[in-house]
């Protein structure tokens, strides 16, 4: 991608489009390549992604404004991750307000939080919780916005075959809290099932813990109270640990 | 307006741990304040207790202030051991350190034979800890465990990599165990709960592992104070142990404790203090003035 940018860009979204009939999502952070990459799309891209930082919103945005497209924007700014929700908020609506002066209005917009893996000892939990307060509040300081989360983040340095727990148990949360989209695996099929409603009753355990109640897992099977332990991890009340399943 | 202070009440207690046996035996942990927190509600029924380290063999590279108290007893372990006594500890910790195989690789056998014979000459409990190399440990330490067979000695380090079958050895032989992980307190979270699937948590002691002062003690005070919370505060069971800070050793290998005296009693000390400070129920020094530095610190009212 590095020697020729343009060239390979054109070439991957070619072959991409002729193989399916979806809108595409372009992820470089190459301005070259992403250019090259909007211009050979046939239908309206979204553009991933923009953030607060100079040069994204110098090099990015005025992009997305040239080619009409949607655009994901990231809280990131200069200063880096923003470490708690007020400052998640500040940072986005601070981008978002400056997008929108360049014409780029709300409904074109998808908001990334960015998720941090869980498993990071001492802070990882927090950010698992901060990301769904956030995500609470955004489209009260940002009517009609987007948004859209890299779901399978959230779980990396966890052992692979646990990682799924992680992500689908996420998802429901995210989901229940105003979450518009997420880049995740569409062949897991269960986390697939629980978003097309076909696990109601797993979705009301996981709503339940969120909203503090004391469920007693002994009294459930096996799936659903592997489902309501996850949720207490990434609620951060319970300490997490790779052996958290079986705890 | 009258001022009332806060009083907190919490869910969690520390389990009660006790190594050795009889009037050789020993309490530690049993806590359901944060450390020294005396005005909450609750209590700590059992304070800090210390206990000074012996090696199996001649320390290689220890300074001439460290060596003094123990001059002529130093290359007698049995005798090294009695010694510590004079200096009113609550037990002796054993360094297994001539098991290493980057060191002299004694065998196991020699080991045990040694612990049993400190053991028995000693009128308070034993702690053991092995070179720490996960493979040797597993042939030493179950070793050990078997020739002192009911002793309650405390047993560690039990890694994640040796936990099944060191464990298993120090609770068929009627031991204490020091779950060991490495500065996380995910992995010591998880090592808790894949060796309490079938060890007894009344009978698991935390090392977090103890940093020196100037040398990433930080790190070590607030994963103390972090495990503390957790087991106290939120009551996760696979934390409420008590937690070793076995810091001695740490401390002297810094250049400014080996450089002078005074400075390396202070070394030692502050680190003690601070860990103590953090909420560690034993901690295991090895200069007896350092320890009394950090007693009389404590007794001041």
Known sequence: ?247 | MEYKAPVEAYAGVVREVTIGTGRKSLKIGGENILPLHFFDEGSNPNPARFALEIIDMQPPDWPKHAVEPFQDVISDPVKWARRCQDFAVDAVSLYLMSTDPAVKDAPADKAAALTREIAEGIDVPLIVYGSGDEVKDAEVLPRVAEVCEGMNLLIGPVLKENYEAVGKAIMDHGHTAIAQSPLDINLLKELNVKLGKFFPPERIVIDPLSSALGYGMEYSFSLIERVKQIGIITKDSMTMMPIIANLGGECWKAKQAKENKEQGLLWEGMTALSLLLAGANLLVLRHPESLSLTKETLEVK
């Open chain 1, 1 to 247: 991608m590095k020697k020729e940018p343009e060239e390979n860009m054109q070439w991957l979204v070619d072959v991409t489009q002729d193989a399916v009939d979806v809108p595409l999502c372009i992820d470089t952070m190459n301005p070259v390549a992403m250019e090259a990459g909007l211009k050979a799309c046939r239908k309206r891209p979204l553009l991933n992604s923009a953030s607060g930082k100079s040069d994204s919103k110098e090099q990015m945005l005025p992009l997305a404004k040239k080619y009409d497209c949607d655009v994901v924007i990231s809280v990131m700014t200069d200063k880096g991750m923003p470490p708690d929700v007020d400052s998640k908020i500040e940072s986005i609506m601070d981008t978002v307000a400056y997008a929108n002066d360049m014409g780029i209005p709300n409904q074109d917009i998808w908001v990334d939080p960015i998720l941090l893996p869980v498993s990071t000892a001492g802070e990882g939990q927090r950010f698992a919780v901060v990301c769904l307060e956030f995500m609470n509040i955004l489209d009260d300081v940002l009517p009609e916005i987007k948004s859209t989360v890299g779901l399978s983040n959230v779980s990396n340095g966890v052992p692979a075959e646990l990682r799924p727990h992680l992500n689908r148990t996420y998802l429901v949360m995210l989901e229940r809290n105003g979450l518009y989209s997420a880049i995740a695996d569409p062949l897991d099929k269960e986390l697939m099932g629980l978003i097309g409603g076909e696990m109601p009753g797993v979705v009301e355990l996981i709503h339940k813990v969120m909203d503090g109640e004391d469920i007693d897992v002994s009294g459930l099977a096996q799936k659903e109270s592997e489902y309501v332990k996850t949720a207490r991890v990434l609620m951060g009340e319970t300490l997490y640990s790779d052996a958290w399943l079986e705890s």
